[in-house]
């Protein structure tokens, strides 16, 4: 029996670990996302790279929804992935303005 009970404790708290309800704010990532798209805005990728800079935005977005929502599994994804396109934008932007130096 105990063996049993020890079993289902594991098994749930894995579950849960893997629902993103053992998790905390996404404080670090959220920050994280919005310095990139900041840089990335600084960096003329508006103009530049507006695709990959809008990705990141919205996913930002979502992201922010999800906090209130209290799904930070989900939150910490998106900011994640924020950050990633606004990097992306950032890179492409300055690609281009070294090619119009050039």
């Known amino acids: 029996m105990f063996r049993s009970r020890a079993h289902n404790i594991l098994l749930l708290t894995a579950l849960c670990a893997a629902a993103g ?46 906090l209130l929502q209290e799904a930070y599994g989900l939150a910490r994804a998106n900011a994640l992935r924020a950050k990633s396109r606004a ?12 090619v119009e130096r050039n």
């Open 21 to 66: 309800c053992v998790t905390s704010p996404p404080v670090q990532e959220m920050s994280d996302a919005r310095q990139a798209i900041s840089a990335a805005e600084e960096g003329d990728a508006a103009r530049l790279a507006p695709e990959s800079l809008g990705d990141a935005r919205r996913y930002l977005e979502e992201a922010e929804r999800q």
């Open 87 to 98: 990097v992306q934008a950032l890179a492409s932007s300055q690609a281009v303005t070294e």
